[in-house]
Each structure stands twice: as structure tokens, then as C-alpha cells.
């Protein structure tokens, strides 16, 4: 009788709390008794995988035909542009003489008196021309004062009287 009697207070207390709400999750989350509340939802193949539980796969079939992409197309050649009557490069402006403001009707000068002899201009842009010389090939740059800077290609420099 007496272990009826322990029993008894228990039982009732079961009772009791099985009518309260949170008794369920209560018991689920302190007792595991069949679900697990950190599993993350789902049934898809991978989550199968996971649980090792059966997963279906379909088989990878290969495809009929012939499905490799085309090579890719020849670049055209300078040959076929020319012969499609394109210029190859656009023809390119004269060189603004060096010293002179932009539309000057003012001629370059073509010569440069140095010290070793005259330096003449072989070409170039407004910035810069490019000279020969006795001693060999240089640049001539303007300074903007009546001057230009020639600087020879073994490294010496000299300041010329430029005309404006």
C-alpha cells in the first residue's frame, strides 16, 4: 500500500500539469522523446543525406547531339581590312611648328643655332620637335621665353634662341 500511496501524489500532479500549455514543450525540450528543436526544417535530398536516411537520385543521362560550342572565328587579317577599303590608320594632322600659339601662320624654324653648328628639325608636336645635329639626334623643347631646351642623346643640354 505504501508504494500505491507515493505513487498516488505523483500521478495527480502529472494530471494536473498535463492540462497547462507548455508542459508538451516543457518535456520535448528537456526529455528528447522523438524530435530533436535544433534540427533545422526540411526534406530535401541533402537533408536526408544528413540524417542518413534514404536519398533517391536520378541518373545523370548524357546529353544526345553534339553540344560543344563552334571554335571561335578568325580575327581578319590586315590584308582583309585593306581590301575592305578601310584605312588601316586615319591619316594623321601636321605638326604645329614649336614655339608658335595654336593657328600661328608663323613658320617653324628649321634650323637651331648651337654650339657645335645648326640643328635641324626633323619633326614633332607642339610640346616638343625632334632635331638632328652635329653631334647626333635631339629634342628640342620650348621653354616660352624665345628659348628652347636641346637635349642630345648623350645627355647634354643646352638652351637655344628659339623665334617666336
Not at 18 to 42: H, K, Q, R, V
Not at 130 to 147: F, I, L, M, R
Request: aromatic share 4%.
Amino acid at each position: 500500500m505504501r508504494r500505491f500511496a507515493l505513487l498516488g501524489p505523483l500521478l495527480g500532479i502529472v494530471l494536473i500539469l498535463s492540462g497547462c500549455a507548455g508542459l508538451d514543450d516543457f518535456l520535448g525540450n528537456t526529455f528528447t522523446y522523438g524530435t530533436n528543436p535544433n534540427l533545422p526544417p526540411g526534406d530535401s535530398m541533402n537533408m536526408r543525406r544528413v540524417q542518413g536516411l534514404a536519398a533517391p537520385a536520378e541518373a545523370v543521362l548524357p546529353e544526345s547531339g553534339n553540344i560543344w560550342p563552334k571554335g571561335v572565328e578568325p580575327l581578319p587579317t590586315l590584308q582583309d581590312l585593306e581590301g575592305q577599303g578601310r584605312p588601316v590608320e586615319p591619316p594623321r594632322p601636321a605638326p604645329r611648328p614649336l614655339g608658335s600659339p595654336v593657328g600661328s601662320a608663323t613658320p617653324p624654324p628649321s634650323l637651331y643655332q648651337t654650339q657645335t653648328g645648326p640643328a635641324s628639325v626633323t619633326g614633332g608636336t607642339e610640346h616638343y620637335q625632334t632635331v638632328n645635329t652635329p653631334t647626333g639626334p635631339g629634342v628640342a623643347v620650348p621653354n616660352g621665353n624665345g628659348t628652347a631646351t636641346l637635349i642630345r642623346a648623350d645627355g647634354s643640354v643646352e638652351t637655344v634662341p628659339a623665334t617666336r
